[in-house]
Structures are given as C-alpha cells and as structure tokens.
C-alpha cells in the first residue's frame, strides 16, 4: 500500500508537471502553426504590441509595391469586436479584420482562403458590403451558417463562408472588405493598421525588410492624418515611454537619426519574442513543479526507508549467502527506480489525457501541447527521482554487518 500511494504520489507530481509545461508548448505550436501559415512580413507601427494598436498611412502601400522583391501588399485595418447578436464579447476576444480584397487574392498563400470549411471567400462584389468570414468557432457560437445574417457591433453583417485554420491567434477574426471594416470601425480612410507584405522570392526576408526600413524611414506617421494612431496605441506607447523614461512624442524620430516609425516582422521574429516569454514562464512553472516533485520524493525515501526497516532480516540473510553491499544497493535502487518508472509512465499519460481533454472543452481558448519529448523527458526525470530517492534508504540497507541485521530483525 505504501508503495502503491508513492507511485500515485509521483504520478500526480508529474501528470502536473506535463500540465503546466504543456502551457509553453502550446504557445510554440500556436505560433508555429500561424505562421507556417502566413509567411510574409508584418508592417506595423514602431512599439506596437499586435496590429491592433498600430496605425501607419494608407499611402505608403503604394510605395512598398514598388520595392523589388515584393510580391503584393495587402493592406489590413482592425477593431475589436465589443457585441455580436447583442450579446457583449470579453474572452475569448473577437476581432474585425479588413483587407484589400483585390491583394489579398493576389497571395500566393492566403490563411483563410486555404482553409475555407463551407461557402466561398471574400471577392470583389464583397467590396463595400457587410458581408464576412466567420470561424467555425464563432459560426458555432453564434448558431450561424453561410448565408445568414447576424449583428455586430450594431451593423447587420451576411455570412458567406466559414474557415477554420486551426489556430487561436487567428480563428478569432472576423474578416471583411477593408471598406467595410473602416466604415463599421469608424476608421479613417486615410489609415490602416498594417500591411501584410509577401515577397516574390527573389530576395530573403532579412534583406526586403532592410529595403522597407530604408524607404520608410524618417517618415512621421502624422502622414496618414491621424497624428500618430490610434487612442489604444497612443495610451500604449505613452505608458511604454513612461515606464522607459523616453520623452519623445510618438511618431517623431530622434534628433540627428533617421529613425523607423515602423517594426517588420517575420515568422521567425514572433517565434523568438514567444521563445522569450515561454522561457520566462518556464522558470515560473519551474518553481511550481517542484515544489510537487520535492514531495514525491520524500514519500519515495519514505516508502524505501520503511522497507529497509521492514526488511532487515531479509538483507542479513542475503548477505550471510555472499550478496555483497552493492548488492543490496542494487536491489533497493532497482526497486526505487521501478516507482519512479510506473509513476512517471502513469503520471506522463494523465498529464497528455488532460491536455487533450482541456484542448477539446476550449478550442477556442487553450491549445495545450505535450509532445513526445516532453512526456518522454517526464518519465526519465521520474525514473531519476525514483533512484534519487532510494539512494539512502540503500546505503542505510547495505552499512549493516549480516549478524547485525540478523539480530535487529529479531528484535
């Protein structure tokens, strides 16, 4: 019984550590699954967290078509959708997102057009209409299906097709004609949020976005008649200054320095800014697990200093027909290391049942992910805590002379 609970015990422990490790990896999975998904490169405004708070000229597409290497420019304009059919939206968060449609049909890879579940995609005759994409997610939120109509933002919008590309960061958008996004949104025509830019494969990703700094910068973002951005992002980049202890205003560049008002970013730059994070919070969950683990350990030592008392005639025996020390702390290490495999084993497969389990109740808000390293990783790590444990309990077994245990296990 006792050893059964230690097994359980570190079962828990580590079913809890693939648990909250299995945060980090769903983070590097969305990541890599949004933008094997959108290759090309994001053009927003300089200190912006996510296009949403960014705000750059519309105008300035005209001129990053001209750079060589550029394929098309898609310009994109958003708002956060606050109510649909009435019902008021907080989390998960939903997004309007505007596009150029005539562009966007120009990608070579488009997200939502590759991943259309029911009805067709935004063309031309969308222009200027309420009609949009929905997610599955969101069309089964709403009880909505092609062709029907719902209410956002107080707008009456028709469906026409419904996507799903398997990603939280972008099954959240709502998407429709860049004219109708800035009509709904009050956005100024003159204004977008960023521009989607994919390259033509003649030059590298490093060297289009040298070629975009260099044309853009200098340039105030004032260009675009909105002084700068958004209310959100000014209240961002003011509290970002604040906290830096910058004084500039938004948009202006440094004396005597030609500097950016805008940020490009590849795939590759969003999964080094999520690395960053996710390493961040490893060292929190870090701390957590083991405060779980230390735990697991001490029942394990416990469990194995019981048996070393337990079984102290057995060892005597043992060593009065030749078993050696090392023997005996072969024995017990085997044994300890044994509860350190079922528990690992049985602890790893609760951790990767529950991530499944989480992912399928929220779709829409969690994706876990506990790969093949991470459990396997788990179950060694199980295996040398197991050891660990039984380390003393070993030692204290084979210290004692055979007459020595004869005579305390007669006692």
């Not at 405060?291 to 019981?306: E, K």
Request: hydrophobic share 40%; charged share 20%; net charge negative.
């Amino acid at each position: 019984m006792r050893t059964l609970l230690s097994v359980l015990g570190l079962a828990v422990a580590i079913g809890g550590m693939v648990g909250l490790f299995s945060i980090a990896g769903g983070l590097d999975a969305i990541v890599r699954r949004t933008f094997e998904q959108i290759p090309g490169l994001l053009v927003q405004q300089a200190g912006a967290p996510i296009p949403l708070f960014s705000s750059l000229p519309a105008h300035w597409a005209d001129d990053l078509k001209e750079l060589p290497g550029v394929r098309t420019v898609d310009s994109q304009a958003y708002f956060r959708v606050n109510q649909l059919d009435g019902e008021v939206i907080i989390n998960p968060p939903r997004l309007a997102v505007g596009v150029d449609i005539a562009s966007n049909l120009r990608l070579e890879r488009g997200a939502y057009r590759e991943n259309m579940l029911d009805g067709r995609f935004l063309d031309l005759t969308d222009v200027g209409n309420n009609h949009c994409l929905i997610s599955r997610e969101i069309a089964d939120q709403l009880a909505k299906g092609v062709g029907e109509k719902f209410s956002l933002n107080g707008s009456e919008f028709e469906v026409v097709g419904i996507y799903s590309t398997g990603s939280v960061l972008l099954d959240v958008n709502i998407l429709m004609s860049l004219e109708t996004c800035r009509t709904v949104g009050r956005i100024s025509p003159d204004t977008v949020a960023c521009f989607y830019v994919e390259s033509n494969g003649t030059q590298t990703d490093e060297e289009l976005k040298r070629s975009i700094d260099e044309i853009l910068a200098g340039r105030s973002l004032a260009e675009g008649g909105n002084s700068g951005g958004t209310g959100l992002g000014n209240l961002y980049r003011a509290l970002e200054q604040t906290l830096s202890g910058q004084s500039q205003k938004s948009g202006e560049p440094e004396s005597g320095s030609e500097q950016s008002p805008v940020e490009i970013r590849t795939a590759d730059d969003w999964g080094t800014r999520v690395r960053e994070f996710s390493q961040d919070l490893n060292l929190f969950l870090t701390i957590m697990t083991a405060i779980g683990v230390s735990i697991a350990t001490l029942s394990i030592v416990n469990t194995m200093m019981m048996s070393v008392s337990e079984r102290t005639t057995e060892f005597g025996v043992l060593r009065a027909n030749g078993w050696s020390q090392a023997n005996i702390v072969q024995l017990m290490t085997i044994e300890s290391g044994l509860i350190g495999l079922l528990g690992g084993a049985l602890g790893a497969f609760c951790g990767w049942l529950g991530t499944l389990i989480v992912n399928g109740l929220w779709p829409d808000r969690l994706q876990l992910h506990a790969g093949l390293g991470l459990l396997v990783s788990s179950i060694v790590f199980s295996i040398i805590l197991g050891l660990i444990g039984g380390l003393f309990p070993a030692w204290s077994a084979a210290k004692l002379s055979p007459m020595q245990s004869i005579r305390r296990g007669g006692a």
